[in-house]
């Protein structure tokens, strides 16, 4: 069964804690795998796509990387306005699936 | 531009009425889709269309949910009857590309659903 996966669920940190978020998936034919922020009451805002293994975006202070089974997105030094869900979300054939989410709060 | 326009941004209704939500995308794209967001399911894929034209409905959960885009500015997603376990947010979002593979879509405001 197609499914994507994130970790940590909530992560909490000190303003410049730099750290990283994981999305794990199992779908069958990747054809790319997106990185999206969601502020509360908000839709998601599109971050990153990633369509191969060894690829990698950059924005900011925000870096995703992308394996075959896996991505993450780095996230250095954040600040407090980094404070928001992530969500990853990946596209097998003719269906996008989301994952859960991870709800990051960054303290000042 | 204005971005993903949706209306109303909340809606509270009672079980057994017709519920119609209404999205403008933006201005050339080509593709428009509806999402729905739950705590218990997290965001969920309805529908999509590519140059006005329904691709997938498979994720519409129910011959209670209908959607239309009767042209390139406007599309509704009409539930009926509604239920209690339809409250949730439902998105709208638009892209440049045709199809899945277009990868940055841009996301509504959203509407708020609650069903008594």
């Known amino acids: 069964e197609d499914q994507v996966t994130q970790s940590p669920e909530a992560l909490r940190l000190q303003e410049g804690e730099s750290s990283s978020l994981n999305c794990s998936y199992t779908v069958s034919g990747l054809r790319g795998l997106f990185w999206y922020r969601q502020d509360p009451g908000k839709g998601p805002e599109f971050l990153f796509t990633?369509?191969?293994a060894g690829e990698e975006k950059e924005k900011e202070r925000l870096k995703a990387t992308l394996t075959k089974k896996e991505s993450f997105l780095h996230i250095t030094a954040p600040k407090p306005e980094d404070s928001a869900t992530y969500l990853c979300a990946v596209q097998a054939y003719d269906k996008v699936i989301f994952g859960p989410g991870t709800s990051l709060s960054v303290i000042p | 531009d204005a971005g993903v326009i949706q209306s109303p941004r909340h809606e509270v209704t009672e079980m057994g009425q017709e519920v119609t939500l209404r999205c403008k995308p933006i201005s050339g794209h080509n593709s428009l889709f509806w999402y729905r967001q739950t705590m218990m399911r997290g965001l969920e894929l309805l529908i999509y269309?590519?140059?006005?034209?329904?691709?997938?409905d498979s994720g519409m959960p129910e011959d209670r949910f209908s959607a239309k885009m009767p042209n390139a500015s406007f599309s509704t997603l009409k539930i009926q009857p509604s239920e209690p376990r339809d409250s949730a947010v439902y998105f709208c979002?638009?892209?440049?590309?045709?199809?899945?593979?277009?990868?940055?879509?841009?996301f509504g405001p959203g509407t708020r659903l609650t069903v008594l």
């Open positions: 269309f590519n140059n006005n034209v329904p691709i997938d």
């Open positions: 979002a638009s892209s440049l590309l045709t199809g899945l593979a277009g990868g940055e879509q841009f």
């Open positions: 990633l369509y191969s």
